[in-house]
Nanobody, 120 residues
Framework: QVQVVESGGGLVQAGGSVRLSCVASGSIFRMNAMGWYRQAPGKQRELVARITSAGTTYYTDSVKGRFTLSRDNAKNTVYLQMNSLKPEDTAVYYC??????????????WGQGTQVTVST
């Protein structure tokens, strides 16, 4: 079993910055891709950014140039640095971890979500 825990959300003014952290723990043999998704009220969950085990990153167009995703493989942790925040970034942010577990099975895990609210 693997646990995924996010932290770092909160209320921030437009133009401000927030850093989200996500740490995975448990029966991990190897962390594969990790990423952040978000879900705004009344909308579907969408992929925000994703990083492979080799460090290759993907960003959705709306956050390119503002958000930076990084990972610390030794700590099974990813960080999402969000700058120049806009009200439309308001959402619950979820961390996703693709894990190869010690039983040699690959599974996806989700965190519980952390709220980011950007005020005008």
């Amino acid at each position: 079993q693997v646990q995924v825990v996010e932290s770092g959300g909160g209320l921030v003014q437009a133009g401000g910055s927030v850093r989200l952290s996500c740490v995975a723990s448990g029966s991990i043999f190897r962390m594969n891709a990790m990423g952040w998704y978000r879900q705004a009220p009344g909308k579907q969950r969408e992929l925000v950014a994703r990083i492979t085990s080799a460090g290759t990153t993907y960003y959705t167009d709306s956050v390119k140039g503002r958000f930076t995703l990084s990972r610390d493989n030794a700590k099974n942790t990813v960080y999402l640095q969000m700058n120049s925040l806009k009200p439309e970034d308001t959402a619950v942010y979820y961390c996703n971890a693709a894990v190869l577990e010690t039983d040699w099975r690959s599974r996806d895990y989700w965190g519980q979500g952390t709220q980011v609210t950007v005020s005008t």
